[in-house]
């Protein structure tokens, strides 16, 4: 039976700031602490669509490197989504409320949706470098700003940050040409990284 869409609606969380608790972690200023926690929600946003993310590539890859792609993508969706717990229990820890819901992670979020529906496996390689980068990028901002605040919270950020650059790598490996030179080298946006990862395909196909 079809469903229509006003059956499948469900109340969205509007709450865009979690709510603080009355304690943080010990050795931590109460305000600091907090403070801390609460930009951890943006990485669980981050992350949380990271790994939907992952999966939609998983589904939309075609061509002849399918299965490699398809098969590598796997594992990091697993790895992202346990990320994604270990901030949400550090935030709790920290004495402030996880906001793990969709709704409120697609009216928070600076970025926007993946833009690559099914499509040969370089686009979806170049678009996901890029991915990658600005989340990245943002976790390593963090990295800075808890160094005089909280180590615990900081190392977690290190460890994630390392896997995400393994995969990253991973991704890359895929676009690299004999002289180390990446196919998505200076883009900036999915599409165009997309794109430009086509087109090294091509030449070397
Ligand atoms: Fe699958």
Redo the contacts with the bound molecule.
């Keep these: 039976m079809a469903t229509t869409k006003s059956t499948q609606k469900s109340t969205p969380a509007k709450e865009s700031t979690p709510a603080r608790k009355s304690f943080t972690v010990p050795g931590v200023p109460l305000k600091e602490g907090q403070g801390l926690a609460e930009k951890l929600q943006m990485r669980l946003y981050a992350l949380n669509d990271l790994h939907l993310t992952l999966k939609h590539a998983?589904?939309n890859i075609l061509g002849p490197k399918f299965i490699g792609v398809?098969e590598m993508l796997?594992p990091q969706v697993e790895a992202v989504r346990a990320m994604v717990d270990v901030i949400a229990e550090r935030m709790a820890t920290m004495g402030v409320a996880p906001n793990g819901c969709p709704g409120a992670l697609v009216e928070n979020r600076t970025w926007d949706d993946y833009p690559i529906g099914q499509a040969q496996a370089a686009e979806h390689l170049g678009a996901l470098d890029i991915v990658y980068s600005g989340i990245i990028e943002d976790h390593r901002a963090l990295i800075e700003e808890s160094e005089d605040i909280d180590l615990i919270t900081q190392d977690m950020l290190i460890a994630q940050v390392a896997e995400l650059e393994k995969f990253q790598w991973f991704i890359r490996a895929h676009m690299e040409d004999d002289a180390g030179k990446l196919a998505t080298q200076g883009e900036t946006s999915a599409e165009a990284a997309a794109k430009a990862a086509l087109d090294a395909d091509k030449k070397v196909d």
Aim: aromatic share 24%.
């Design positions: 998983h589904w398809h796997d």
